[in-house]
Structures are given as C-alpha cells and as structure tokens.
C-alpha cells in the first residue's frame, strides 16, 4: 500500500473519536450538503457520499433522516469549512479542520490549545507545501470486478494506482491527487453499478517528522484536545505515524 494509505490507516481512529461526536460532526456535513444541493439524495450527489459514510459509521437512519430535515429548517446554522494550520511542539506542522456557524468562537478555541502547547497558529495557506490535498473515495465491492482495469480507468482522473481492499467489511478504497475530480470520479463509480460510496477529503504530510516517544505523546494530547471541540472535524498533522516507524 501507498504512504497516503498507511498514514491514513494509522490516524482514522483518532480522527472521529466517540460516536457521539462522530454523529454530531457527519451532522454538520450532512447540514452543507443539503442546503449546497437539496435534501434529496438521487439528485445530490454530495448528500448520497455522506450517507453512504453515516452508514459506515453505524449512524442511525432516524439520525441521518433528522439532519435531512433540519437542514431545511429556517433556523439552521450556516456551516462555513474552515481550516487552520500551524506549528505544534517540536516542530510538528497540524492543519485542523472544522465546520463552524462562529468563526470567531472556533479560531479562539483553536488558537488556546496551540497557546498551551507552545504551538503558533500560522495564517492559512503557510503550511500547505507540506501536505497532499486528497480525495477519499470508499465503496462496496462487486463481484467480478477487475481492479487494475478499474484503476486504469480510473487513472484519467488522477487517481492513485494504490488502493485499499478490506475483505471483513468488504469494502475498496481508492485515493485521487485532483480534488476537483470529485464529483467524476463518484459520478463514474455510480455509472460502474458500486453501491454505498463514501466520498470525503483529506490531508496527507508530504514530508513525514521522525519523532521519540515523549514528543508524541505531547503531540497527541495536543490533538486530543483540539478534537474535543464540536467544530473541529479533523486534525492532520506530519508526524510520522507509529505503524510507519
């Protein structure tokens, strides 16, 4: 398997945390996803990927259903996505992504734990030569499929020749470099008759930071906190993961 599948492999657990908070975060993307491209999931192709992942995740129907329809409420928060970036202890870089309806409540909440850390929020955009902006996309699998011809085919929008298969859930992953080939790659997996494709976005470091144990140990407190708050969906950082050293 490829570096963007061995890094991923050995931080998806940390990154969703408790079910409660899992719900509450594929909530808030749900709440995007309906009110970019309407409640129903045949003409929102977005909605269909974020269904297909509560599933994954256990989410209940009634759940995902509630969001639906509480995303069409007029009182509804409006969700911006967000990400901040900058240096933890030791020089670790961490991007951190939220979905927020308060900028200002989120950056302050951010910015304290890199304050407690000895961390420095930087601006947006200073960290980004160091990692890889990635498209997930995570579906069931289909008898008689061959995948090189479908990485193949796959290829001409710029996915990955590497890809993940998980026999116990019986699911394929693949990764693509061109995050504005979202939308044709899922369009393409649909037309090729896969069912529950999950479809999200990722940050993979480019240059991974050899670490000891003491510094990782502060680097995981620091990314445990941060994902303690509500708004934050995901925390990357490029410290290489244990399973790689």
């Not at 990154?15 to 045949?42: C, D, N, S, Y």
């Not at 003409?43 to 599933?55: E, F, M, V």
Request: proline share 3%; hydrophobic share 35%.
């Amino acid at each position: 398997m490829g570096r963007a599948f061995e890094y991923r492999k050995a931080t998806k657990l940390k990154r969703w945390g408790h079910m409660a908070k899992t719900f509450t975060r594929l909530g808030k993307q749900i709440a995007i996803a309906v009110k970019a491209g309407g409640p129903e999931p045949e003409n929102n192709p977005s909605l269909r990927s974020i269904i297909a992942t509560c599933k994954r995740e256990n989410m209940p129907k009634d759940n995902i259903e509630r969001a639906i329809k509480n995303a069409m409420g007029k009182d509804q928060s409006e969700y911006k996505e967000v990400t901040y970036e900058g240096y933890g202890p030791h020089g670790i870089a961490v991007f951190v992504d939220t979905l927020t309806d308060n900028t200002t409540r989120t950056v302050g909440d951010v910015r304290s734990v890199f304050n407690k850390f000895n961390g420095t929020l930087g601006t947006t955009g200073s960290l980004s030569y160091l990692f890889d902006h990635k498209c997930v996309f995570t579906f069931k699998k289909k008898d008689g499929v061959d995948m090189e011809e479908l990485i193949l085919e796959l290829i001409d929008f710029n996915v990955e020749d590497e890809f993940d298969e998980d026999d116990e859930e019986g699911t394929i992953t693949i990764y693509g470099d061109d995050i504005k080939a979202y939308a044709q790659i899922q369009k393409f997996l649909e037309e090729q008759g896969f069912e529950d494709i999950g479809g999200e976005f990722t940050y993979v470091p480019n240059d991974l930071k050899d670490i000891d144990a003491e510094q990782r140990a502060t680097i995981d407190k620091m990314v445990e906190r941060l994902e303690e708050f509500d708004d934050v969906q995901n925390v990357y950082t490029n410290m290489k993961p244990e399973e790689a050293e």
